[in-house]
């Protein structure tokens, strides 16, 4: 079993910055991808952010590139999200995911990803 539990979010206005955190516990971090998600009001969950497992490649949805940074510190277990210049749209809950072992590479869709945190809720007021 693997849990992965996300910290960070908060109130910001527009234009400010928040960092995420993900910790992971219950097994070895390395080898699985991972990803932000986030999930809007009244909308679905939709892909933020991807970091393959040594942290050499990363992959971003096109509303955050730029302004959004997805690192990983695989000796503490955790994954992180950079979030500047933030936006009102970018009000979400969100979700950190690992890919099952062995998975290395970045993908986009959720069902790619078989351990999932339980959110945190990030909301950016104009």
Do not use: H
Not at 12 to 29: E, N
Not at 35 to 53: C, D, L, N, T, Y
Not at 54 to 61: D, I, K, Q, V
């Amino acid at each position: 079993q693997v849990q992965l539990v996300e910290s960070g979010g908060g109130l910001v206005q527009a234009g400010g910055s928040l960092r995420l955190s993900c910790a992971a516990s219950g097994r070895t971090f390395s080898g699985y991808a991972m990803a932000w998600f986030r999930q809007p009001p009244g909308k679905e969950r939709e892909f933020v952010a991807g970091i393959s497992w040594s942290g050499g490649m990363t992959y971003y949805a096109d509303s955050v590139k730029g302004r959004f940074t997805i690192s990983r510190d695989n000796a503490k277990n955790t994954v992180y999200l950079q979030m500047n210049s933030l936006k009102p749209e970018d009000t979400a809950v969100y979700y950190c995911a690992k890919r099952p072992p062995g998975y290395s590479g970045i993908d986009v869709t959720s069902l790619a990803y078989d351990y999932w945190g339980q959110g945190t809720q990030v909301t950016v007021s104009s």
